[in-house]
């Protein structure tokens, strides 16, 4: 998780831990593969806290790191090809660049409408599930 105010007032030591984070997910994400995993899902929970400048700073190119990361190591591994889906929690201001940054799949979350985000992204979609729609009682 990126603060707003840690990337604000610290952006080298902010880069420096994502850097880090981002070699042991990649590595992490590659021995899931290892154990079996048969889809990979990444989940980007401050997109929505972001915004899109500090989002396409401190989010964005790490998601890109991890999608090619992965994709390296269970190719280098010979793991075959496993599909990969990113969830980037109110990141609808980017999700046309999340189409583009080496995911099969991007999930939507409930605020964003799919026949809107079909116009921005060129890959499948996923989502858009109304949370409270768990407890909403059954229609008869």
Do not use: M
Request: hydrophobic share 40%; with cysteine.
């Amino acid at each position: 998780v990126v603060s707003t105010q840690s990337t604000g007032s610290e952006p080298e030591a902010s880069h420096k831990l994502l850097k880090l984070l981002t070699k042991v997910i990649i590595a992490y994400l590659i021995e899931q593969v290892a154990a079996g995993a048969q889809l990979l899902q990444v989940f980007e929970s401050s997109a929505e806290y972001l915004g899109p400048t500090l989002f396409e700073e401190y989010s964005l190119p790490y998601l890109e790191e991890i999608a090619a990361g992965v994709k390296h190591g269970i190719t280098e591994r010979g793991l075959g090809d496993v599909p990969l889906i990113v969830f980037a929690k109110g990141a609808y201001h980017s999700i046309s660049k999340l189409s583009y940054a080496g995911y099969n799949v991007v999930g939507l979350d409930w605020t964003v409408d799919p026949n809107i985000a079909r116009d921005f992204v060129h890959i499948a979609v996923q989502g858009n599930l109304d949370p409270c729609a768990l407890y909403a009682p059954k229609k008869t």
